[in-house]
């Protein structure tokens, strides 16, 4: 079986050389738009092409606006300030995510909190979410408290795993009922879409990640999808040292911090978005192919959950148990084929240990079982 399936994999990417998890894919403008900036000296924190991805952005995705920040972790850390977190408040989001969720937490001074993730699409549960509310918080004055610590609850920050939407409808719901800020960690998810409207456009605030290992890259970089043009503009000044538009005076109003991404990097990402929808269409055609290859093996393949179209931004199946999953990774990690296990849940992480945990069931289960599969976009016809 293992043997099968690296051969497989090695089939449908051509070639005998190691295959990585997830490479970047350079067949469209990139080197012209770069070189441009180059000519132009245009290539720090000025330029055009900063706000032409911007706009690309935002008008893919169907945003009121989108802000092009340097790398997703500030992205997601800046929305979390506009959105109110601040110093010794909760957040909550699921334990099952890449530490960059809650390391943006941490830094404003805030804490996260862990509520369970759903087996359909292994990102945060609604219903865990709502019956973590029912049993320990109450609303005072439409302010979320969580009763035994007396903290204020801020938001809520789902994160689409793998690129697989949450059930959205419902956390949206539930965010309303409780006062809570809805801002998704849309770093793996671009390009997926959840009935019909792009992730990160459900919440106040989305975070998108642009680095190497993501569907798309800027090199580094991330964006932040505002829901209102309003929002758009305060996070931009946010994420530009909050400078007063003057002729020549250099006047700040707010403490803020330099999170601008630099036009060199927005002309690589702008290259990069021309082909997106590309990337997602053949990403797909190869999800399709490991579904076929899977189907009556003992390893299950995680599929898009229902009402969504997923970027299928990283491949992954669920091992029938921990041993049979350690032995996949053994065998193809050794023969040149790049898998992985998903991250350590972050309540088993000692940096996060400490945290308000709610029910971990399928959070644990799966993170024993999960593996991702090489994912680069594939030269399918
Ligand atoms: C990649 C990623 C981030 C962070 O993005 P960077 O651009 O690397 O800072 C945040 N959250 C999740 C879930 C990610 O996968």
């Known amino acids: 079986m293992h ?100 390391n943006a937490i941490h830094w404003l001074g805030a804490e996260p909190v862990f509520v369970d993730i759903s087996d359909k ?39 689409h795993t793998f690129g697989h939407p949450v059930e959205l409808s419902r956390l949206v719901e539930v965010c309303r009922n409780w006062h809570l800020t809805l801002v998704e960690d849309a770093a793996e998810s671009l390009g997926s879409t959840y009935k019909g409207q792009h992730t990160g456009t459900f919440g106040r605030f989305g975070a998108l990640s642009f680095n190497g290992n993501k569907i798309i890259t800027t090199g580094g970089g991330g964006a932040v999808l ?69 189907k009556g093996t003992a390893f299950k393949f995680v599929q898009e959950p229902q009402n969504t179209r997923a970027n299928y931004w990283l491949n992954a199946i669920v091992c029938e148990n921990k041993r049979s999953r350690d032995d996949l990774l053994k065998y193809a990690n050794e023969s040149g084929v790049m898998m992985r296990p998903v991250w350590k849940p972050m309540h088993q992480l000692s940096l996060y240990r400490h945290c308000i945990v709610h029910d971990m069931r399928n959070t644990e289960w799966f993170a024993e079982r999960l593996v991702n599969l090489p994912s680069s976009v594939p030269s399918l016809k």
């Open 3 to 102: 043997n099968s399936l690296t051969t497989f994999i090695r089939e449908l990417y051509g070639t005998q050389d190691f295959i990585p998890l997830h490479q970047p894919t350079f067949s469209g403008n990139e080197k012209s738009y770069v070189n441009n900036t180059i000519d132009s000296t245009f290539v720090s924190s000025v330029g055009a092409y900063v706000d032409e991805f911007e706009n690309a952005l935002s008008s893919y995705c169907d945003a009121a606006a989108a802000v092009a920040v340097v790398n997703g972790t500030n992205g997601l850390q800046a929305a979390l300030h506009m959105a109110g977190v601040t110093r010794d408040e909760l957040v909550i989001t699921q334990s099952m995510t890449f530490v960059a969720t809650c």
């Open 226 to 294: 505002c829901k209102t043009k309003e929002d758009g503009a305060k996070l931009k000044h946010f994420t530009t040292t909050a400078k007063l538009p003057h002729a020549f005076e250099f006047i700040h109003d707010e403490y803020a911090c330099n999170a601008r991404m630099p036009n060199l990097n927005a002309a690589l990402g702008l290259a990069q978005l021309e082909q997106l929808t590309n990337f997602v269409d053949k990403k797909r055609q190869l999800a399709a192919c490991y579904a076929d290859f899977f």
């Open 121 to 159: 699409t292994l990102g945060m549960c609604p219903f865990s979410l709502a019956s973590f509310l029912d049993e320990y918080c109450e609303l005072s004055n439409n302010i979320c408290f969580h009763k035994p610590s007396g903290k204020r609850v801020r938001a809520v920050v789902p994160m």
